[in-house]
Structure formats: structure tokens, C-alpha cells
């Protein structure tokens, strides 16, 4: 038998939203809930814990709609779970992610102080998440479910973001997304990268092996055995900057195209610049089993073809010599779209609010999470480039450059403005199906 083999997942008990990757083209939703009345919001986990999906279902019990549920750490206090419980959960889970900013590079305008009220406060105590086929179905569903909680006077609606995901895959600064997807060995599903070993299922789901041999646990154990940390973020993309400051420092409309490349790591299609460095490949990018699986330190340890600042390359190093362990660091990550595309062409700012609702999914919000953002895209110190910080996502303050590889001589992309500012996010446990009853179930 081999090792990856040995581990079996209760699929049955997680929930559908850690693992799977999502379908495509859907609509999706976040309703934030605070609870006043700790026995009503027992009620509610009772309810949702008949809905939300789990990892082994292939038809949800609402139809075409995916629930997932987490809550925060105020969440789990709202509810009653007694302290020595609470005080088992991970340091930072605790802290909550308004507290963790300085770390994750949440300064300027990206501070807490200025997120969209209620994100980041004592106020937001569960995350539901809502997916469907399209948004006509996804607000049907939300209608047939609202009387769980509007009959509850105790929890309170308190914040919605209504995302989609379009039949191009495209994030809004136009590029294809969600294309990179970890196997977590025991979970059957594929990993995206046909050349990566699958993952230990401890770094993403508690109760299990991770890669270092450890099992992360929760007193009492069948709360945290198959949950796991759920972080959501709401980012704003300043698209028409995007699109103007490529313009700017391009020499024309292909050179363009070969920047916004070299500094995402993938042509728009979703080619990987690692497969074919010199131009676009609409095929490639739109092939599933081709457009993620490659290398970087045998054929670019360079980074001739994909650049070391670049954002996938600073996300998952994958096989590249870098400081660290990359595989210790690997994450599930989801975005979905929100609010209106820029139209094609157009470079001033219209005023409209767009971006990413992310998630990252992983049983170490510190190695995973936190270092990836404070150490991989906030600093290039790991693969050699001092304090340069993620072209893209990076808190960069108009002084950062992003440096591009080539003979003879490189080339240097300067005063890197803000592209993408955080508007707020909440740091959340997603427990196992098992213990969403156990939380419905408490007692005093």
C-alpha cells in the first residue's frame, strides 16, 4: 500500500466549501450574521447543518446551491463554547485579522480603519457562503432560506456581498483565475498540477497528518476534527490604474500584453508564462489538464519566463530554491468576482466598487496565510530581492519596483502604485458537519 493511501477523509463530515473547487460559471453570496441570543444562534447552526454540503455529496440538499458555513472567533464566544475549548484554537484565530494588519500589510488605506463597517469588528460572528449556477437561482435559494433566520429574532443579517464567476474565469483585471488547486491526498479529488505530490490532508483539514507529522486538534476533539481555518478578504482592484500604468510604462499594445504577463506569471488566457514565455495561448490557458502543471527551478531557475516578484511565482514557488519550505506553505485559495467590469479599453476610474472576495483555505493560518503574505508578497527577501513585495497585490506605497529578467539587460518597472486595496475580512473556523450539530446542541 502506498503512503498516500493511508489516509482516508470522512468526506461525509467536511464541508463541501474546504475542498472541491468551485464550478463554473456560478453566482455567489456572503451574508455576515451577529448573534444576540446565544440559544437562537444554536438554532441556526442547527439549520444550516442540515443544508450545507458535504465534500462527499454530489447533489446538495438545496438542489444546484452549495451552503457553507464558519464563524469567527466572537462567533464561537456568542455561542456559549466554554473558554478552555476557545483557548485551543489557533493564536491567531483568536486575535482576529483586523488585530493581525501590520503583518499582513493592511496599512494606508488598506488599514482596518478604513474597512467597510461591519468587517473586522466584534459585530461579525458568522460567515454563510451560498453558491448557485447563476444569480437568478442563487437569490431563489436565499429566498427559501431566509425564514431559518428571519424567524430567529436573535440573529441579525448584518452584511452581504453578491459575487459572480463568468464563463470567461476571469478575475477583474482580466485575467483567467482559480486555476492552481492542491491535491490533499485521501480526498480523491485532482490536483490541478499533475507534477505535484499530493499534500498531507493536516494542512488543510484539523484531525489529520500534516506534513511535518503533526495532527492540529481542538478540545473537545470532534469540534475541530474535520474543520478548518477559512480566511475571507474583500479586496477592491483599481482596474482603470491597472490598465493605465501597463499603457505607461509600455511600447505598445503587444509590449503591453508581455508586461501584464510578466507581472501576473500567466498571459490572460491563464497560459502559464513557464509553458510559453513568448506569447499567449489561448488553448493552453483553457486547458485544465495542462495550464498548471509545469516547474519552475529545472527549466527557469532564473526566471527568465516567469519572474521571481511575479504573482503566482511569489504564491506557490512551487520547486524553486527558495528560503523556506514551499510545500509547508501551500494553500487553497478561492476568488470570486464583484460588482461591475471595467469595459474593455477604458482607463479612467468610473467610481464603481470591483474586485476579489477571496478565500484561503488551510489548517495553519500562520505558516500559511500570514507567512505567505508578510514573507512571500510583502518582502522578496525569500527568493533574493530584498524588500520588493508583489507587483499586484502588494502593499506598495508608489516607491516598489518589479524587476523582469533578461539579456542582456534587465528590465525595471518603477513607482509601483496600490492595484489592489483591502476593504476588509474576517479570520474564521469552517467546523466539520459534526460539529456544527455539536454547536447547535450546547447547553447553559
Request: glycine share 10%; aromatic share 8%; charged share 25%.
Amino acid at each position: 500500500m502506498s503512503e498516500h493511501t493511508l489516509v482516508k477523509l470522512e468526506l461525509d463530515d467536511i464541508q463541501r466549501g474546504v475542498l472541491s473547487p468551485r464550478p463554473t460559471p456560478y453566482a455567489a453570496t456572503y451574508i455576515l450574521f451577529r448573534i444576540d441570543d446565544r440559544h437562537h444562534g444554536r438554532e441556526l447552526m442547527r439549520r444550516v447543518s442540515a443544508v450545507v454540503t458535504s465534500a462527499a455529496d454530489t447533489v446538495s440538499p438545496l438542489g444546484e446551491t452549495w451552503v457553507s458555513v464558519a464563524l469567527t472567533y466572537h462567533g464561537l464566544k456568542a455561542l456559549g463554547v466554554p473558554q478552555e475549548s476557545l483557548d485551543t484554537f489557533a493564536w491567531e484565530f483568536r486575535q482576529g485579522m483586523a488585530a493581525r494588519a501590520n503583518v499582513l500589510g493592511d496599512v494606508g488605506e488598506s488599514s482596518p480603519a478604513h474597512w467597510e463597517p461591519p468587517l473586522g469588528t466584534p459585530d461579525v460572528h458568522v460567515v454563510l457562503v451560498a453558491l448557485a449556477p447563476d444569480s437568478t437561482r442563487l437569490e431563489a435559494a436565499v429566498e427559501r432560506a431566509r425564514p431559518a433566520y428571519d424567524a430567529l429574532p436573535g440573529v441579525t443579517a448584518i452584511w452581504r456581498q453578491n459575487c459572480h464567476a463568468l464563463p470567461t474565469e476571469t478575475e477583474p483585471f482580466g485575467f483567467r483565475d482559480g486555476i492552481s488547486h492542491p491535491a490533499v491526498e485521501g480526498s480523491g479529488i485532482a490536483g490541478s498540477n499533475k507534477l505535484e505530490t499530493p499534500l498531507k490532508a493536516g494542512e488543510f483539514v484539523l484531525g489529520y497528518p500534516d506534513e511535518l507529522g503533526g495532527v492540529q486538534t481542538l478540545r473537545p476533539e470532534l469540534l475541530g476534527r474535520n474543520g478548518t481555518y477559512v480566511v475571507f478578504r474583500k479586496l477592491h482592484q483599481r482596474v482603470a490604474l491597472f490598465r493605465r500604468y501597463l499603457r505607461d510604462n509600455a511600447s505598445g499594445p503587444e509590449d503591453e500584453e508581455l508586461l501584464s504577463a510578466k507581472i501576473m506569471g500567466r498571459w490572460r488566457s491563464g497560459a502559464p508564462l513557464a509553458l510559453c514565455p513568448l506569447h499567449d495561448d489561448p488553448d493552453l490557458g483553457a486547458d485544465p489538464y495542462r495550464n498548471n502543471t509545469f516547474l519552475f527551478q529545472e527549466d527557469d531557475p532564473a526566471g527568465f519566463a516567469t519572474p521571481g516578484g511575479s504573482h503566482v511565482r511569489r504564491g506557490n514557488p512551487r520547486d524553486a530554491a527558495v528560503a523556506g519550505v514551499a510545500r509547508l506553505h501551500r494553500m487553497i485559495r478561492r476568488g470570486t468576482a464583484y460588482g461591475p467590469l471595467l469595459p474593455e479599453g477604458v482607463m479612467e476610474d468610473d467610481g464603481a466598487d470591483r474586485g476579489l472576495m477571496f478565500a484561503f483555505v488551510g489548517a495553519h493560518l500562520g505558516r500559511q496565510f500570514e507567512f505567505v503574505q508578510s514573507e512571500w508578497m510583502n518582502s522578496g527577501v525569500f527568493f533574493g530581492a530584498d524588500d520588493a513585495r508583489d507587483p499586484v497585490v502588494g502593499s506598495a506605497d508608489g516607491s516598489g519596483d518589479f524587476t523582469i529578467p533578461r539579456r542582456p539587460v534587465r528590465r525595471r518597472l518603477l513607482a509601483l502604485p496600490r492595484f489592489v486595496v483591502t476593504r476588509g475580512g474576517e479570520y474564521c473556523f469552517m467546523p466539520g458537519l459534526t460539529a456544527l450539530r455539536w454547536l447547535g446542541d450546547l447547553e447553559g
